[in-house]
T-cell receptor, first 112, second 114 residues
Framework: RKEVEQDPGPFNVPEGATVAFNCTYSNSASQSFFWYRQDCRKEPKLLMSVYSSGNEDGRFTAQLNRASQYISLLIRDSKLSDSATYLCVVNIPMDSSYKLIFGSGTRLLVRP | GAGVSQTPSNKVTEKGKYVELRCDPISGHTALYWYRQSLGQGPEFLIYFQGTGAADDSGLPNDRFFAVRPEGSVSTLKIQRTERGDSAVYLC????????????FGPGTRLTVL
């Protein structure tokens, strides 16, 4: 079983639609959670951190369910510029460090 | 300010050759990470440096892969006897010490082994 699992998509939605991505993780010791965005042939960039209480940044809402080891990202009022791959990322503590484990990503295509 | 830079941006080599990939992190960032990303996959962790030392090299796939960071800044990922399966984008990221938050990625080096 992969440590971080995501639906690869693609999700093909019209402008203005609301779309939700889900992610599950296997390591219950995971401490921090993130969504990164990656445009085609570009590097990943942090979209938002995910907190237990849920958090919102403009049109983006992230939620974490530690009991179910489940993370979600909701995008409201989709824009053409939201087209990208969204990577679910989990921070796993190691002995004296930590590392990020990335999901394979969910591809979003927003059409006019 | 300057972000993470990586050179070369593209590298084409022949099977069996040796390659070096360079990463220049954001100034002042003590943590440096190498990842490998294959098509359709998320970045896969390779190695993590805190300062000059490799704090975690558990992601290096085998002993053909080695990385150094001798002065705690620039890092070099070295691959010996390259194989076609090594073809991927190699990403470097850095972050301030002691943070559980954002890692800043460089643009990557696209390695193609013929």
């Amino acid at each position: 079983r992969k440590e971080v699992e995501q639906d690869p998509g693609p999700f093909n939605v019209p402008e203005g639609a609301t779309v939700a991505f889900n992610c599950t993780y296997s390591n219950s010791a995971s401490q921090s959670f993130f969504w990164y965005r990656q445009d085609c042939r570009k590097e990943p960039k942090l979209l938002m951190s995910v907190y237990s209480s849920g958090n919102e940044d403009g049109r983006f809402t992230a939620q974490l369910n530690r009991a179910s080891q489940y993370i979600s990202l909701l995008i409201r009022d989709s824009k053409l510029s939201d087209s990208a791959t969204y990577l679910c990322v989990v921070n796993i503590p190691m002995d004296s460090s930590y590392k990020l484990i990335f999901g394979s990503g969910t591809r979003l295509l927003v059409r006019p | 300010g300057a972000g993470v830079s990586q050179t070369p941006s593209n590298k084409v080599t022949e099977k069996g050759k040796y390659v070096e990939l360079r990463c220049d992190p954001i100034s002042g960032h003590t943590a440096l990470y190498w990842y490998r990303q294959s098509l359709g996959q998320g970045p896969e962790f390779l190695i993590y440096f805190q300062g000059t030392g490799a704090a975690d090299d558990s992601g290096l796939p085998n002993d053909r892969f080695f990385a150094v960071r001798p002065e705690g800044s620039v890092s070099t990922l070295k691959i010996q006897r390259t194989e076609r399966g090594d073809s991927a984008v190699y990403l470097c990221a850095s972050s301030p010490w002691g943070t559980y938050n954002e890692q800043f990625f460089g643009p990557g080096t696209r390695l193609t082994v013929l």
